[in-house]
Every structure is written in structure tokens, then in C-alpha cells.
């Protein structure tokens, strides 16, 4: 009996200590183990940054690679397209932004320079603010003296004139976004004729005779849908734009005539 508990607390003594020592182990290679993993994570990061970068050169390679499969032709004129479309329709949103003004100001600045100093007052105030809603207050003022009717057709008619120049161009960006997919399709069509063509001069028809002029011809389909997409985002944006502008102008027009109106009757009484 004292044999079996002396076994037993030797045994317990071993644990003890073998628990210890593992523990004081643990906690000696825990700051090297805390650094192999920092330095692992930082690898990791620094590859996965490695991969992206050739992931993104990779990308731009391989759009460069397509566009001259594509063949220069129909690729190039597809490009132009592109170009001439985004530099309209960039040209004309700047010219929107531009025209956009604060139509509540204006017929305010108007309605009070009316009050305080008359017409001239009035168009001086025109004659410092932007856009076509100030020139259509302009236009509406230099006929006040005459009649509420000539003033109302004055600004009816310049409105119209207005309307003119704000959709200067924007048809040739619908010309573009219709053109490019047409172009890509000739050119799809183009790729499968001269794919015919060398299987007729072959005699046999083989994959790699096919493979290569559907490729060129799905490619140039391909980017004339990108360039129409891209061109619709932008002539949606510019109509939505041209709308707005125009209701301003209405709106404006309006208040314009009724301002007129109280100022004849006050200038009666």
C-alpha cells in the first residue's frame, strides 16, 4: 500500500513538472512565434500586393492584346468613335454645368431690382449672371416697354434659341453610340466571310482555320458594344441635363411674365 502511493505521488511530481516545463517553454517561444507569424502575414500581404499589380498590368496587357487581335480597321475606326463621342459629350457637360444657374435668385435679384430701380436695373442684373435663363430674363426685359405680348413672344422665341444651343452636338453622340456596335458587327461579319474563305482554300475543315477569324470577329463586336454602352451613359446624362435646364427655363419664363404684369400695375397706380 505505501508502495502503490508512493508510485503514485512520484508520478504525480512528473506531471507536475513536465507541465511546468511546457509551460515555461511556451511562454519562451511565444515572442518568436508572435514575429514568424508577423512576418508570415507581411509576406503574405506583400505577395498578395505582387499578385494584384500583376493582375492589373496583366489586364491592360491583355486589352492591348485583344484590340490588336481585334485587326486595325475596324478596331481603329470603333476607337475613333470613342474619342469623338467622349470629347462631345465632355465638351457639352461642361457647357451644361455652366449654364445650370440659381433660377430662385435670379427672379428674386430681378423682382427686387424691378421694385428699387426698373427695367434697367432689372437687365443690368441679367446682364451679370450666366446661362440661358438670364438671357431669356434679358430678352423678355428689353420688350417690356413695349407690351406684356411682345415681351411674352420675345422670350418664347429666344427660349427656342436658348433650346438650340443647349442640344448643339448632342446628335452626333447618338450617332456614335449607334455607329460603334454596327461597326463591330460589319466586322464580325467581315471575320466570318474570310473564315469561309480559309476553309474553301484548305478544302478541310480543321478548328484552327475557324477559330481564328470567329475571335477577331466576336472581338470587334465586343468593343463596339463597350464603346455604345459607354456613350449611352454619358448622352443619358446629358439629356437628363438638357431637361432640366429647360424646365428651369419655363419656369422661369413664367415668372418672368407675371413679374412684367405687377410692374405695369404698380407703375399705373
Known amino acids: 500500500m505505501k508502495r502503490l502511493f508512493s508510485i503514485l505521488v512520484i508520478a504525480a511530481i512528473m506531471v507536475l513538472g513536465a507541465v511546468n516545463l511546457n509551460a515555461a517553454n511556451s511562454v519562451n517561444t511565444l515572442p518568436g512565434t508572435i514575429v514568424n507569424f508577423v512576418q508570415q502575414d507581411e509576406d503574405t500581404a506583400a505577395a498578395a500586393d505582387e499578385a494584384g499589380e500583376e493582375e492589373s ?6 486589352l492591348k492584346r485583344r ?3 481585334g485587326g486595325p480597321g475596324f478596331m481603329g475606326i470603333v476607337l475613333l468613335c470613342l474619342i469623338l463621342g467622349l470629347a462631345i459629350a465632355i465638351e457639352r457637360i461642361i457647357f451644361l454645368n455652366l449654364s445650370t444657374t440659381n433660377t430662385k435668385k435670379l427672379a428674386q435679384n430681378v423682382e427686387e431690382a424691378l421694385r428699387s430701380g426698373g427695367v434697367e436695373a432689372a437687365k443690368e442684373v441679367c446682364r451679370n449672371t450666366r446661362g440661358p435663363v438670364a438671357s431669356i430674363y434679358y430678352q423678355g426685359l428689353d420688350r417690356a416697354d413695349e407690351s406684356i405680348e411682345a415681351a411674352e413672344k420675345a422670350v418664347v422665341a429666344y ?7 443647349l442640344e448643339k452636338n448632342v446628335s452626333w453622340v447618338s450617332l456614335f453610340i449607334a455607329l460603334a456596335p454596327m461597326l463591330g458587327f460589319m466586322g464580325t461579319v467581315i471575320g466570318m466571310i474570310q473564315a469561309f474563305d480559309r476553309i474553301e482554300a484548305a478544302g478541310d475543315m480543321q478548328p484552327s482555320l475557324v477559330a481564328g477569324g470567329i475571335k477577331v470577329a466576336l472581338l470587334t463586336t465586343v468593343f463596339g458594344l463597350i464603346v455604345a454602352i459607354i456613350l449611352q451613359i454619358f448622352y443619358n446624362y446629358i439629356i437628363a441635363k438638357i431637361d432640366s435646364i429647360v424646365n428651369d427655363m419655363e419656369d422661369a419664363s413664367i415668372l418672368l411674365i407675371d413679374m412684367l404684369v405687377d410692374y405695369k400695375n404698380r407703375k399705373r397706380v
Do not use: R
Not at 427660349?159 to 444651343?165: D, L
Open 67 to 69: 484590340f490588336i487581335e
Open 159 to 165: 427660349g427656342g434659341v436658348q433650346m438650340g444651343q
Open 57 to 62: 498590368v496583366g489586364f491592360h496587357q491583355e
